[in-house]
């Protein structure tokens, strides 16, 4: 797909069924061995820890540059069973951002540890390391970056101020698989390689998606990959023998299956991506009240998501503009952490304003983002967002 800085041009007619992820395209220009995958592990009868988990997860080490993978159900396990291999305490403190999904601050709370929402850059929408330090106290025992819509978090400072204080890092990288940060000595590293543990979701809609459920936890460390399998199985570090209380968390092979074909195709997804992004870039310049998405210079963007700030309070209304001419969107996210009922009373810092976090949540909105893309669909999107201008 070409991108230019032309006017998009035939634009009147809307493409039919535009999708946020075109799911049912992916599968189809891979459907022969994917159909193939799947007839394979029905037909061993192998579903649970099977040849093509063992697969997946030599595959993604490889790909990652990491010692140790451990597959699991899903992204919200993947940082529970991380959190529960660390150790911590009931009532210490876990940094997280308050610009996020749920799931980041869920599993802290659900522990009984203790919550401390931080703000976040208002460009690249991620964690920084001057907000981190405001909030560490005495009992802050680890922190979440959480690698926001396609980007790494800048993780150099972070590692300095864990390293100070510390502190352990867990990395949310479940919308960033793939994306690459580079360190100021010229090291490039995978985001979700970079810190102690790294956890990511294979939810379908993420850039490498299973066709359900899915996640993965993976580490440096071989101590803590002992325990993170550990704590994945029953807390089981041989059958029948549970030396601590886990839970039950394992991709199944069909899902492996899928995510095998998915892998090696990943780089080509998230070059895609890119393209469609600097599409959008090129033909949303110059909008009064639009502001398009930060790229970091040391951090390759993967684009989960194509997030835009609208300001003047016309989110909304470009929202439904939008619907209007058939064209999907998303609020990534209209509530921030500290707002939402669940964490009332719960957050160790107890704040109910972060001037970052609210202004996004009036703010942002995602336009369909996937590596289907043709020129067509692209150049209707942005003529219809132009046209609200």
Do not use: W
Not at 46 to 54: H, L, S
Not at 273 to 286: E, I, N, P, S, W
């Amino acid at each position: 797909m070409a991108t230019t800085t032309s006017t998009p041009e035939n634009t009147s007619v809307p493409p039919t069924n535009i999708q946020m992820v075109d799911l049912k395209a992916q599968y189809t220009a891979m459907q022969e061995e994917v159909d193939q995958a799947i007839l394979d592990v029905v037909r061993s009868g192998a579903f649970i820890n099977g040849p093509a988990v063992k697969q997946f997860q030599a595959g993604l080490e490889d790909f990652l540059g990491v010692q140790h993978v451990i597959p699991c159900a899903n992204g919200t396990d993947a940082l529970q069973i991380a959190l529960m291999a660390l150790g911590l305490e009931p009532g210490d403190e876990v940094i997280v951002p308050a610009f996020t999904y749920v799931a980041s601050a869920e599993i802290i709370a659900l522990l009984r540890l203790s919550p401390v929402m931080v703000d976040v850059d208002p460009r690249t929408f991620n964690i920084r390391a001057e907000d981190i330090e405001a909030a560490i106290t005495p009992r802050t025992k680890a922190i979440i970056p959480v690698h926001m819509f396609g980007q790494s978090c800048d993780m150099e400072p972070i590692i300095a101020l864990a390293n100070e204080h510390s502190l352990h890092i867990v990395e949310d990288n479940a919308q960033s698989i793939g994306a690459v940060y580079t360190f100021s000595d010229g090291r490039r590293v995978r985001t979700g390689a970079i810190g102690d543990i790294g956890c990511t979701s294979f939810y379908p809609s993420k850039n490498l998606g299973a066709y359900g459920d899915g996640g993965a936890i993976n580490t440096n460390s071989k101590e803590l990959a002992d325990e993170l399998r550990k704590v994945a199985n029953h807390g089981q570090s041989r059958r029948y023998y549970h030396d601590v209380v886990g839970c039950n968390s394992r991709l199944d092979s069909i899902q492996a299956a899928v995510l095998n074909c998915k892998l090696p195709r990943l780089e080509g997804y998230c070059d895609r991506r890119r393209q469609a992004a600097d599409y959008y870039d090129a033909h949303l310049q110059g909008l009064e009240g639009l502001l398009t998405p930060a790229r970091q210079e040391n951090s390759t963007h993967v684009f989960h998501q194509y997030t835009l700030r609208i300001d003047g309070g016309r989110r909304d209304a470009l929202q439904e503009h939008l619907k209007a001419a058939g064209i999907p969107s998303m609020i990534y996210y209209p509530v921030p952490l500290y707002d939402q009922e669940a964490f009332r009373g719960t957050a160790a810092n107890d704040i109910d304003f972060l001037p970052v976090t609210d202004l996004l949540c009036k703010e942002v909105i995602s336009l369909p983002m996937h590596s289907e893309f043709d020129e067509a669909t692209l150049a209707y999107i942005v003529d219809k967002v132009r046209s609200f201008f």
